[in-house]
């Protein structure tokens, strides 16, 4: 049964990255082999495999082949630092490192290291990573701070939204009117001049508390825009590579934000009855919210007897937060089964934390769906982010932060109610600095992509192909610049 659910896992991977559905044959069991060589550091022996296995295959049957070639490159990439580099960047970064440290920590677990081709290779975030699993090294860090800055400017907006949800009938307060600039720029030695350029760059998707969008300018002019409401909402470009192959593309444009605050009754709750956003949102969508048994069980330990939706998914926000710590990820395109890898390893970035909390959700016949974008409060903190919504008769659609929860719980210095206050706030509400493009994990572009996605789950820095090839990530230089132009728009 295992083994059925990670093919049928790998053949949607397939299905949602390009479009194509491979047909039933023996390829899955050479993907398969392919994996079982990986596991024990084998990759050349992998690639080999696959290589011959693309020569014998019929063209409809090449699709998982390719990708599989395309996830193992990029898993080199992911795990592109030496264990002399891992130490030379402990000791920059961590007070009175001693290298026996190091030894001990990755007998112990606390490194992300893997054997390529009898090569010992560490994963690119393997020190920063090590501030974020662990208190005890995270204190050593000399960067390190016992005063908890963005914690208090969270705390300061959470209290806000508190009091001007009081005093108004709308639960969309304290609006911010923000600014966002993004370029893509091509790098000569991987677009060969004359080809077709294409470009998506991510753009906010009109919803009640994202409104007043406006493009302040793009270059070159945008060859399409996608529908306001569109849940993967892009600026799209193309264009001719010039005689240098260097061509940047760049959009600039202001929107209006507000934050979410709403109060719930919880014997106010209503039953489901035959609501389509029920059966839409508690259905699996393959490869990453997948129902496994480890996860049914998981999802019935932690509801027990409970019925009401609102109170079960709190249930599951408060364990994910009580459980989970934060992680700087993995590229999500090389991980089989994203919210599998949360259970089995109990870290994961905002994304992947979120994947787990959607899916234990829709097991447990709580709708719940995809958000993400960019965190946007002015200063230093800022940056792609990703978070959830859950439905609930009849209060709609709520959003829900389990990364918020699980910083509060495990990073925050705040004093402890203080941080019980916001781990209880970002179930239900949700603060004003945000850009929201994405309202669903694995949608398709528009118009679509030729080549596999760099990004095959979410959509914030970018997509890019030239000739019809896809540019991964460092084959392309980007940007993404915020900027706060004004509180309460809404007052001018």
């Given amino acids: 049964m295992r083994e059925f659910l990670r093919t049928f896992i790998i053949l949607s991977l397939f299905i949602l990255c390009v479009g194509i559905a491979p047909a039933y044959s023996d390829l899955p069991d050479v993907v398969m082999k392919a994996h079982r060589l990986l596991e024990v550091g084998e990759f050349k022996k992998a690639e080999t495999l696959l290589e011959e296995a693309l020569h014998s295959a019929q063209e409809n049957e090449k699709t998982p082949i390719w990708w599989e070639k395309e996830r193992i490159s990029r898993i080199r990439q992911d795990y592109d630092m030496s264990e002399d580099e891992v130490t030379s960047e402990c000791a920059r970064v961590i007070k009175n490192f001693r290298p026996d440290e190091q030894r001990r920590w990755e007998a112990e677990g606390k490194f992300d290291v893997r054997m390529i081709d009898n090569k010992k290779c560490y994963f690119s975030s393997s020190v920063a990573n090590l501030a974020k699993r662990y208190p005890e090294i995270r204190v050593r860090f000399r960067d390190y701070s016992e005063r908890d800055v963005f914690g208090e400017r969270i705390l300061a907006m959470a209290r806000r939204m508190k009091e001007e949800s009081g005093k108004g009938a709308s639960p969309y307060v304290a609006p911010f009117r923000l600014g966002a600039k993004q370029f893509i720029t091509t790098k000569p030695e991987y677009v060969k001049a004359g080809e077709l350029i294409r470009v998506w760059l991510p753009f906010p998707r009109i919803t009640p508390y994202q409104k007043d969008i406006q493009i302040v300018n793009a270059s070159p002019q945008p060859t399409s825009i996608d529908s306001p409401e569109s849940v993967i909402r892009s600026v799209y470009f193309e264009s001719i590579a010039p005689e240098d192959a260097t061509t ?35 259905a699996e969508e393959p490869p990453h919210i997948a129902f496994t048994p480890e996860l049914r069980a998981l999802a019935g330990k932690i509801c027990g007897d409970e019925k009401n939706p609102y109170l079960k998914g709190k249930l599951i926000y408060q364990w994910v937060c009580k459980n989970i710590v934060y992680s700087y990820a993995h590229e999500y395109s090389t991980i089989l089964n994203i919210p599998m890898f949360v ?24 709708p719940a769906g995809w958000r993400s974008g960019w965190e946007c409060m002015e200063g230093d903190h800022w940056g792609m982010h990703d978070w959830c919504a859950f439905y609930i008769k009849p209060y709609g659609w709520l959003p829900a932060d389990p990364y918020m929860g699980v910083w509060a719980e495990h990073e925050s210095t705040l004093p402890a109610e203080e941080r019980k206050f916001l781990r209880n706030f970002y179930y239900g509400n949700l603060d004003p600095w945000r850009l929201e493009a994405n309202a669903k994990n694995n949608a398709p572009l528009h118009p679509a992509k030729k080549d596999f996605r760099s990004d095959t789950v979410d959509f914030q820095r970018g997509e890019i192909e030239s000739g019809g090839r896809n540019l991964y990530f460092g084959e392309f230089k980007r940007g993404m610049s915020l900027e706060l132009i004004r509180e309460h728009p809404d007052k001018e």
């Fill in 343 to 366: 259970y089995k390893h109990r870290y994961g970035d905002c994304g992947q934390i979120g994947l787990l909390f959607i899916t234990l959700c829709r097991i447990s016949g709580v």
């Fill in 248 to 282: 940047t593309f760049t959009l600039h444009y202001e929107f209006t934000r507000c934050g979410i605050c709403k109060e719930v009754a919880p014997n106010m709750v209503e039953e489901f009855g035959d609501d389509p956003v029920f059966k839409e949102y508690t």
